[in-house]
């Protein structure tokens, strides 16, 4: 059985910093992506920085230039250090990973986190 286990979140006020970090565990033969997407209230989940196993990294335009993804294959942990927060990145932030993890097949299957709140106070 395969967990995402996120740590990291809290209350912050606007302009500070936050870090998350997300670590896989279970049977996991090879993992593909691991990403960070966030809810907040009323609105869609949406996807806000990614990166593959081959280090290459994609953020929402939102977060450019303030969030940074980073992954540690052989621990299989990805972390979100995330800066200059504003209200609007008040959320639950969601850790997924696509995973390998039935040995007779190379079928990817998703995986969520719990999720971890994160607010942002002006």
């Known amino acids: 059985q395969v967990q995402l286990l996120e740590s990291g979140g809290g209350l912050v006020q606007a302009g500070g910093s936050l870090r998350l970090s997300c670590a896989a565990s279970?049977?996991?033969?090879?993992?593909?992506?691991m990403s960070w997407y966030r809810q907040a209230p009323g609105k869609q989940r949406e996807l806000v920085a990614g990166?593959?196993?081959?280090?290459?990294?994609n953020y929402a335009d939102s977060v450019k230039g303030r969030f940074i993804i980073s992954s540690d294959k052989a621990k299989k942990t990805v972390a979100l250090q995330m800066n200059s927060l504003k209200p609007e990145d008040t959320a639950v932030y969601y850790c997924?990973?696509?995973?390998?993890?039935?040995?007779?097949?190379?079928?990817?299957?998703?995986?969520w986190g719990q999720g971890t709140q994160v607010t942002v106070s002006s």
């Open positions: 990166i593959t196993s081959g280090g290459i990294t």
């Open positions: 997924y990973a696509e995973i390998r993890s039935r040995p007779l097949t190379m079928r990817m299957d998703d995986y």
């Open positions: 279970g049977l996991i033969i090879s993992i593909n992506t």
